[in-house]
Every structure is written in structure tokens, then in C-alpha cells.
Nanobody, 125 residues
Framework: QVQLVESGGGLEQAGGSLRLSCVAS????????MGWFRQAPGKEREVVAA???????YYADSVKGRFTISRDNDKNTGYLQMKSLKPEDTAVYYC???????????????????WGQGTQVTVSS
């Protein structure tokens, strides 16, 4: 069973950068799609970015050009590089993994069956 552990969140000023990491236990990470989701207080969880097993990538419009998702299968680790942070990026960020056969399903949180505990990102103005 794959377990996910996020790290890298924190407090950053607007315009700053943070890099989130998601380390997966187990040997099947390379066979899984990975996504980053976030949930702000009072709002629904939303997809931020996702990357398929084959390297297909999706970004939410709100983060395009500012965030970069990547993965290192040799290290069983996924990353979310966040630049030009805005106060509206403040949220708890979750990484997720799942056996997703079609890239179009990467944006659906219900397609993922493994979730990390979440890491808080706070961006001050």
C-alpha cells in the first residue's frame, strides 16, 4: 500500500516561492498518476496540477505559468514548484496518487485513492 507524505509548506510573502514535495512509500509510484490539490477555508478541494504515469501534465488556469509539477520516479517523489505566490494560493495542499488510465481523469479527485496528510501554505500580502 502506497503512503504519501508531503513537506515544504510554510509562510511566504506574495511574490515568493515554495516547493512542495510528496514522498511515496512502496515500489509502485511510477505506475501511478499524481496530483496536487488544495483546499482553502470554506472552499471545496480543487485540483492544482496533475501528472500522469506517462508524463502528461495538467494545470489549473489559476496557477498556469506560476506552478510546475514534476516527478522523480527513482526517488519515489513528486514535486510542486510554486512561484509568484499570491494570497489566494493560501490553502492546505494535498498530494494524491492513483491508478488512472486516462489522462482526462487526472483532474477528478475521486480518481485518486491515496492521499497525503496535507501541508499548509500561507501567502501574506
Amino acid at each position: 500500500q502506497v503512503q504519501l507524505v508531503e513537506s515544504g509548506g510554510g509562510l511566504e510573502q506574495a511574490g515568493g516561492s515554495l516547493r512542495l514535495s510528496c514522498v511515496a512509500s512502496g515500489r509502485t509510484f511510477s505506475s501511478l498518476a499524481m496530483g496536487w490539490f488544495r483546499q482553502a477555508p470554506g472552499k471545496e478541494r480543487e485540483v492544482v496540477a496533475a501528472i500522469s504515469r506517462s508524463g502528461g501534465i495538467y494545470y489549473a488556469d489559476s496557477v498556469k505559468g506560476r506552478f510546475t509539477i514534476s516527478r522523480d520516479n527513482d526517488k519515489n517523489t513528486g514535486y510542486l514548484q510554486m512561484k509568484s505566490l499570491k494570497p489566494e494560493d493560501t490553502a492546505v495542499y494535498y498530494c494524491a496518487a492513483g491508478v488512472i488510465l486516462r489522462d482526462v481523469e487526472m483532474t477528478n479527485s475521486r480518481a485518486y485513492d491515496r492521499w497525503g496528510q496535507g501541508t499548509q501554505v500561507t501567502v501574506s500580502s
